[in-house]
Nanobody
């Protein structure tokens, strides 16, 4: 059974940094894109950043220049380096991946990790 497990969330002051990690496991044959979404209270889930297997990236305008997404294909892991954090970055961050397993491409989500930016 495929699992996406996130880590690295927490409480940080404005201007600080955090690094999120997400490891995919469970009989995976191949992973297409991996990405991070976030959902703040009372708001819809939104894309933060996405990265393909070839390392092509896509960022939300609100995080460009502050966040960097990367991945280690050998470890089925995706990272999100978040710098210059702002209070409006506060949200639950979810890992997402399109994974080839049992002859099908399927979309998977992690359980989420809380990021709180506050003084």
């Amino acid at each position: 059974q495929v699992q996406l497990v996130e880590s690295g969330g927490g409480l940080v002051q404005p201007g600080g940094s955090l690094r999120l990690s997400c490891v995919a496991s469970g009989g995976i044959f191949s992973i297409n894109y991996m990405g991070w979404f976030r959902q703040a209270p009372g708001k819809e889930r939104e894309l933060v950043a996405k990265i393909t297997r070839a390392a092509d990236t896509n960022y939300a305008n609100s995080v460009k220049g502050r966040f960097t997404i990367s991945r280690d294909n050998a470890k089925n892991t995706v990272y999100l380096q978040m710098n210059s954090l702002k209070p409006e970055d506060t949200a639950v961050y979810y890992c997402n991946a399109l994974i080839y397993i049992n002859y099908n491409w399927n979309n998977y989500w992690g359980q989420g990790t809380q990021v709180t930016v506050s003084s």
